[in-house]
């Protein structure tokens, strides 16, 4: 496993992540969400991310629950607040409130003193900036929060949330986590550009698409096991399922083979290709998969391969 920095930040994070949305907690038994873990911390995997709002903490019980038997100083693990925790007025947002509220329960729920990463996970624009950073600001110097990092905020936005942080004299954010795939790659355009401005890291997730990059939905039936058969979970990927987009995950993995590797080694080293990209945040439901994920960082792709893979994605 190869590591990274978080930006401009002395904190190193394994290039593979591992993630915890719509996976444990939900779709798979505790057990095997265990085995997983474990083997993603024996594969080098230092970095784990849950969020919570992801089974309304069952995520994060389970996620801190596995890492439990390694030292808490060898591995990253993250949590985030925004979405609805409950149906009163505050039971939500970026608000002084909620966020100090949220951070204290993941923090006891996660049976933890503090948390490496806390992220703001979408922007609100019910609460100033500045009061949600003041907040974030003041966990840090208790030492709850080691870190502050945004998902999803457009370039606007980090800009805005930068400026404030510098005239106020608060802990700026250092990483961001958007979605990022070879299917979609709005980050290009003004994010990645604002984030490198500022030494923002980014740990995307989705880096597969939901799976479409992993090849399985190219012989024209929806596995059984898969996320596109759950119909609790599939509401984004049965959208993505076009004749189009399968066509360029045909051609891809023809690359993929032609350079005797797997079609999501080739998604996830295409993502790491990026310098100001720290981390690819993957989820697994069983062992097997995060073993074939590690894959990706251990491969290397030459100018005339990414040439190649621009004009499929084109």
Known sequence: MKYRRLGKTGLKVSEISLGSWLTYGKSVEDDTATKTIHRAYDLGINFFDSANVYEQGEGEKVLSKALKEFPRESYVITTKAFWPMGERPNDRGLSRKHVYEQVHNSLKRMDLDYVDIFYCHRYDPETPVEETLRVIDDLIRQGKILYAGV???????????????DRKLLDR????????????????????????????????????????????YLGGNIPETSRAANNEINNGVKGM??????????????????????????????ILRQPMIASALVG???????????????????????DKIEDILA
């Open 284 to 306: 697994a439901s069983r062992p097997e998969q995060i073993e074939a994920n590690v894959k990706g960082s251990e491969l290397e792709l030459t100018a005339d391969v990414l």
């Open 151 to 165: 998902s999803e905020w457009t370039a606007a936005q980090i800009e805005e949330a930068v400026g404030i942080a």
């Open 173 to 216: 954010i250092v990483v961001n986590q958007p979605v990022y795939n070879m299917l979609n790659r709005y980050i290009e355009k003004e994010v990645l550009p604002v984030s490198s401005k500022y030494g923002i890291g980014q740990v995307v997730f989705s880096p597969l698409a939901q799976g479409i990059l992993t090849g399985k």
């Open 241 to 270: 399922l076009t004749e189009e987009v399968l066509d360029k995950v045909r051609k891809l993995d023809e690359v993929a083979k032609e350079l005797d590797t797997t079609l999501p080694a080739l998604a996830i080293a295409w």
